[in-house]
C-alpha cells in the first residue's frame, strides 16, 4: 500500500463517527420517516415537520445524498428517498435497533477503550454510570442500556438461535445441561425445538437468576421440562448430563478463562457426552473486504462489555477444543449468502463428543 492509499484510509477512519452519527440522526429525528409517508418534501417542510431548521436538514441530508440513500432535485429543492426506497423496511428497522446499540452502549464507552486494555475492566461503564464491572451486569441497573442493548440481543438469539438448532443433534430423551444459560430462553428454545419424551433441560447460571428462569419455564408451559441449577461456570460444573450447550458466552473471555469453561464441562460430562458451541467467529484470512465483524468487535468486547474477550477463528476453537480433551465431530459457519441483510456478525457452531 502507498503512503497516499494509507492516509486515505487513515481519513475514513477519522469521518467514522461522524458519518454514523449523521445518518443515525436523520432516521432519529424523522426526516426519512417524513420522506417515505410522504414523498418529494423541500428542507422548508421537513424541517417544519420534525420541529427543526431547514439549515440544518439541508446540512444532514449531504451524507445520505452523497451515499444515494436519498435524492435531491437541485432545481426544485425537494429530497426524495432514493435507494431506500427499493429496501424493505423490516431490515432497515433491524439494522436500525444495532445502530441504537451502538450508539448507546459503544459510542461513549469506547473513547476510553485505551484505558479498558491498560486495566483489564470496563472503564467507561465506571466513568459514566459508576458501575465496576462488565457490561451485563450494568443491565442490570441501567434501563437504557438494557433497553437497548437487550432489544437487539432477543432480535440476534431468536434469530440464530433457530439455525443452530437446526443443525445440532440432541438424542431423544437427553438431559441437557445449557452453560450460562442466563435466564432460561435458551433452555425453553432447546426443549421446543428439540422435544423428545423424556428430553429435561437445564439452565445452569448465577444463584440470582432462579427467580426469574423458573418463572419463565412457567410462563411458557415447560415447567416439568425444564430446571434451574445455581452456580459459577469457573468453580464448578453440575454433572448428570447427556449435553452441554455454550452458546454466547465462550467469546466473552480470554483464551484462560475459555479453557476453564472448557476444562469444567468436560469433567461434568460422561465418556462419550456431547458439547455443542454457538459463537461468534473470525474468518480464516482476517484481510478480507467483508470481515466487518474485525472492526466491531474488538472495541466492543475490550471497550464496552467485559475488558477482555472476542471471537476466535474457528481453527482456533477447535484447536482449544482438541486441547481440552473433546474431538471435534462437526464445525459449521454460517454461509453469508443466506444471512439477513446488513448483517455482519458471522456465527459458528462446534459439536464435540468427550474422549474416554
Request: net charge negative; hydrophobic share 40%; charged share 20%.
Amino acid at each position: 500500500m502507498t503512503a497516499d492509499l494509507t492516509f486515505e484510509r487513515f481519513r475514513d477512519y477519522m469521518v467514522g463517527p461522524a458519518r454514523f452519527m449523521n445518518l443515525l440522526s436523520v432516521f432519529e429525528l424523522g426526516l426519512i420517516d417524513e420522506l417515505r409517508e410522504h414523498g418529494a418534501l423541500t428542507a422548508a417542510q421537513l424541517g417544519a415537520a420534525v420541529g427543526t431548521r431547514p439549515d440544518a436538514v439541508e446540512q444532514l441530508l449531504l451524507l445520505p445524498v452523497k451515499e444515494g440513500f436519498v435524492a435531491h432535485d437541485e432545481a426544485s429543492g425537494r429530497y426524495s428517498l432514493d435507494s431506500l426506497a427499493r429496501v424493505d423496511q423490516a431490515d432497515v428497522q433491524r439494522l436500525l435497533t444495532l445502530m441504537n446499540m451502538i450508539k448507546v452502549v459503544m459510542l461513549r464507552q469506547v473513547f476510553y477503550l485505551t484505558e479498558s486494555v491498560q486495566t483489564g475492566t470496563v472503564v467507561g461503564l465506571e466513568k459514566l454510570y459508576g458501575y465496576q464491572g462488565n457490561l451485563y451486569g450494568a443491565v442490570a441497573e441501567h434501563k437504557d442500556l438494557r433497553e437497548s442493548w437487550a432489544t437487539l440481543m432477543d432480535n440476534v438469539t431468536e434469530y440464530i438461535d433457530t439455525w443452530f438448532f437446526a443443525n445440532v443433534d440432541i438424542p431423544a430423551g437427553s438431559r441437557v445441561l445449557d452453560v450460562a444459560g442466563n435466564t432460561g430462553l435458551g433452555a425453553i428454545l432447546t426443549y421446543r425445538r428439540k422435544e423428545s419424551p423424556g428430553l429435561h433441560v437445564t439452565t445452569f447460571d448465577l444463584p440470582e437468576k432462579e427467580s426469574e428462569c423458573l418463572e419463565n419455564f412457567r410462563a411458557h408451559g415447560v415447567a416439568e421440562h425444564c430446571s434451574f441449577i445455581g452456580g459459577d461456570v469457573f468453580e464448578s460444573v453440575p454433572t448428570g448430563f447427556d449435553v452441554a450447550l455454550v452458546k454466547h458466552f465462550l467469546d466473552m473471555f480470554d483464551k484462560d478463562q475459555v479453557f476453564k469453561i472448557l476444562r469444567g464441562v468436560h469433567g461434568a460430562l460422561p465418556a462419550g457426552g456431547q458439547v455443542h458451541i454457538l459463537v461468534p467467529v473470525y474468518p480464516e484470512d482476517v484481510k478480507g473486504d467483508d470481515n466487518v465483524d474485525i472492526d466491531f468487535f474488538p472495541a466492543f468486547f475490550l471497550g464496552c462489555t467485559m475488558g477482555q474477550g472476542g471471537p476466535q477463528k474457528m481453527s482456533t476453537y477447535r484447536a482449544w477444543l482438541e486441547e481440552c480433551g473433546f474431538e471435534v465431530t462437526r464445525t459449521l459457519t454460517q454461509d453469508r449468502a443466506t444471512m439477513p441483510p446488513g448483517t455482519f456478525v458471522v456465527h459458528g457452531i462446534l459439536s464435540a463428543t468427550k474422549t474416554a
